[in-house]
């Protein structure tokens, strides 16, 4: 038996340790559309429950948009249910290249290429555009994908401090000499919710002839006045040579991601793109739902606009509560305990009120910045978030941490 | 040495310069260097001593103080 009790054993100590360290994970069954209301099912088989959703990337409220929906019928009829190909033998559509020219035009950029998925899209860029001799200089809160993606790269890769500009002049200045330098960030951080200092990382990359990539997948939609992204918000719409950018988070929810930038660069990746070349094409449905969703964001900014004024009463509720977040401009908002076993306290306590926001803790964040993230969405009426936030305090009175500080937090025993 | 290597790691990787650490102080596993941000101290270690360190060498379990670290320098 190739697959003996020595093998088994050895992925269940794994399993093991990872239950042990509190880091198991568990899924919760969704009964329902995605939206602000959603009926979850947790643990599997016990009874619904109605929950609140605050931790969905689903932020402009499209995911189960009856449009968006219809789009999704209309183009089974269309274009079919799926290609059976990859792109450049027979799984290119007069709709896939449609949506490409439709991206191109909103993010503001020469080109763009479509992946099964802004991971895959990661993936590739690095790999293809650069080689040994360059190098790649990354902000150290990038996203996991952008990390598996930079391993494939022959290229050589250095850090700098999150969002310390300082200290990326200093990076800049220590590999000078090399062929090609690339800054690579995150548009919107994931964790932490703040937004890329791209107007200063344009100016550093000018001086250094550096490339710029920028992965604004939590940006994408809303971010920027009529929601192009970071570039738009940091005022350097044209400037950017590189942007990916996910189709799963606010603009629509399904999956499917994109490269877009300079000519070259994606003409590059049509060739030698190995997501590209070597996975199936997106599926027509995700390719005219997409368009649906950029008809509908370049025909009113007022989804966006709701977004915003969601979070920033949201923000401006919770610190004037007594809560410390991280400030900031996206519609993500941590809540911070410092403490993990606060926060997991907290977060079931708020599961059980009616409230689906999830705790992160070291070692997904770092040590001592214990949180609970929530995410708005132009899905949330005022109802929604003044039961969330009647929740939030009432749990945080039972606590006893509002108003406290985090030396004051960090004494709390549980 | 040591000293070197732990004013380089302050100026490097803390966000405030006056956290105390030392030759003993889990770095990786503690949460103040994450573990894919290990390329920084290769390179500064080639410099500084002249010592190419295997990728392979430098893992977070092997590379997590500072006392490890020198340890696995003196082998190259
Ligand atoms: C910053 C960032 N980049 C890329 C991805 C991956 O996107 P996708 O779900 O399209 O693979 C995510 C999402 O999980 C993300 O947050």
Redesign the interface.
Known sequence: MAYSQKVKNSYLETLQTIKDNGLFKSERLICDVQGADIEVEFPVGSAHKQLINMCSNNYLGLSSHPEIVKAAHEALDYRGYGLSSVRFICGTQDIHKELEKRLSAFLGVDDTILFSSCFDANGAVFETLLDENDIMISD?LVHASI?DGMRLAKA????Y?HSDMAHLRKKLEQYQDRPRKIIITDGVFSMDGDIAKLDEIVALAEEFDAMVFVDDSHASGFIGKTGRGVHELCGVMDKIDIITTTFGKALGGASGGCVSGRQELIDLLRQRGRPYLFSNTLAPTITMATMKVLDILEASTERRDKLERNMKWWRTALTEAGFIIVKGDSPIVPVMFYDAKLAQAFSKDLYDEGVYAVGFF??VV???QARIRTQLSAAHEMSHLEKALEVFVKIGKKYDILGKSKEELLQIKL | MEEKLLDFIRDEFLDDPDTEIDVDTKLISGGMIDSFSLVSLQTFIAKEFGKKIPAPRITAASFDTVRQMVEIINQF
């Open positions: 150290r990390i050589e890769h250095d850090t401090k070291f070692p770092a040590q001592g």
